[in-house]
């Protein structure tokens, strides 16, 4: 089994402005990246194979994004009706990065995501197949 998935933690830095440009949104608009691995991440992942497969791996994708563009995040956010800002909500969205970046240089998104690879007995490869290895 090859299984993607992101950590709790993946895209977190989106949920912390999008909280700043609107602190009276519900808890349930924010904490977009947790929810959606809430019944399998790169945490549970391990827990939840082993009870199918003898043999699970973790490899895991260091990665971020170097964002120069506010308008790029708030397109991202604008594409989730998960988020539910109002137009205000993005113009001070979009205030608040166009900020950021200015006395940053950029924003840094981090990212939290892997592969699992998961075998039954006798089937063991602890190796990632050669189309695979680039993404890694």
């Known amino acids: 089994l090859y299984a993607v998935t992101n950590g709790r933690s ?3 830095e989106l949920d912390h402005f999008v909280c700043l440009a609107n602190p009276d ?8 990246f947790k929810r959606s691995t809430a019944n399998f991440s790169l945490q549970s992942g391990p827990e939840t194979l082993a009870r199918f497969f ?10 971020s994004l170097q964002v120069t563009e506010a ?14 800002l109002s137009e205000a909500d993005l113009d001070r969205l979009r205030a608040i990065l166009k900020e950021e ?11 939290e995501t892997g592969i699992f690879i998961a075998t039954k ?4 490869r602890s190796s990632i197949p ?7």
């Open 130 to 136: 050669y189309r695979m290895q680039n993404l890694l």
């Open 101 to 111: 970046i200015l006395q940053n240089g950029a924003i840094n998104i981090s990212k």
């Open 54 to 63: 003898n043999h699970v791996e973790l490899h895991k994708y260091p990665d």
């Open 10 to 12: 993946h895209m977190q």
């Open 71 to 84: 308008g790029a995040i708030v397109q991202y956010i604008q594409s989730s009706s998960v988020f539910g």
């Open 25 to 32: 949104l519900p808890p349930e608009s924010t904490g977009v």
């Open 121 to 124: 007995a006798g089937n063991h």
